[in-house]
């Protein structure tokens, strides 16, 4: 397993924006599809964004498509996750997660996850 700290997370305002980071631990980073997932109070927690390590594709929910995207820097251990237009249904707790699975948005399929980090967006 890998170990995983998210960091960046704050207060803003709808239409700003706000950048993740996830710093990870061990040697083998490049190996991992990362994910990003969020849960809201009284919700499930839910997939936003993946990176596959076979090719570096991407892939993101519906409902940030165009808005957020992620990417990872192999040589630094590190994911990032860059949310542009904020809106107030984007306030969650934000999680960083690795899977060795090639493509995957199921959190069932990431073995490792971080603390996670706090999003609140104000309208």
């Known amino acids: 397993q890998v170990q995983l700290v998210e960091s960046g997370g704050g207060l803003v305002q709808a239409g700003e924006s706000l950048r993740l980071s996830c710093a990870t631990s061990?040697?083998?980073?490049?190996?991992?599809?990362m994910g990003w997932f969020r849960q809201a109070p009284g919700k499930e927690r839910e997939f936003v964004v993946g990176i596959s390590w076979f090719d570096g594709r991407t892939y993101s929910a519906d409902s940030v498509k165009g808005r957020f995207t992620v990417s990872r820097d192999n040589a630094k251990n590190t994911l990032y996750l860059q949310m542009n237009s904020l809106k107030p249904e984007d306030t969650a707790v934000y999680y960083c997660a690795a899977s060795g699975v090639i493509r995957t948005a199921n959190p069932t399929d990431f073995g490792s996850w971080g603390q996670g980090t706090q999003v609140t967006v104000s309208s």
């Open positions: 061990g040697r083998t980073f490049s190996r991992y599809t």
